[in-house]
């Protein structure tokens, strides 16, 4: 089932630096780990030294540098469940 309920795109450069849109919010983050709401579900970066370089909310739009393990999507639409893109599992 396709949703066409919003757009929501990630580019992922050499694991350091992830541009993104479609973001509709920051529920957390610290160096380790970001929480995002996106316009197609909850994304949680993992790494390590994350920073946010540049967050525009009223375009979407975020730009996230440092070393990135792991991208998780859970898709509140369907039900609480964390899906792995790519990552150690550690």
Same mark, same amino acid.
Request: net charge negative.
């Given at each position: 089932?396709? =949703?066409?309920? @919003?757009?929501?795109? $990630? /580019?992922?450069?050499?694991?350091?630096?992830?541009?993104?849109? +479609?973001?509709? @919010?920051? !529920? =957390?983050? *610290? *160096?380790?780990? #970001?929480?995002?709401?996106?316009?197609?579900?909850?994304?949680? /970066? *993992?790494?390590?030294?994350?920073? #946010?370089?540049?967050?525009? $909310? &009223?375009?979407?739009? $975020? /730009?996230? &540098?440092?070393? !990135?393990?792991?991208?998780?999507? =859970? *898709?509140?639409?369907?039900?609480?469940?964390?899906?792995? $893109?790519? +990552? =150690?599992?550690?």
């Amino acid at each position: 089932m396709t =949703s066409t309920a @919003g757009t929501h795109n $990630l /580019i992922l450069n050499n694991r350091n630096r992830a541009t993104l849109d +479609g973001v509709t @919010g920051v !529920i =957390s983050f *610290d *160096d380790r780990t #970001i929480a995002l709401r996106t316009e197609l579900g909850e994304l949680t /970066i *993992d790494g390590e030294n994350l920073n #946010i370089v540049k967050l525009e $909310l &009223e375009e979407g739009k $975020l /730009i996230v &540098e440092g070393t !990135i393990t792991g991208l998780f999507y =859970s *898709d509140q639409a369907v039900k609480p469940a964390k899906r792995r $893109l790519f +990552g =150690s599992g550690k």
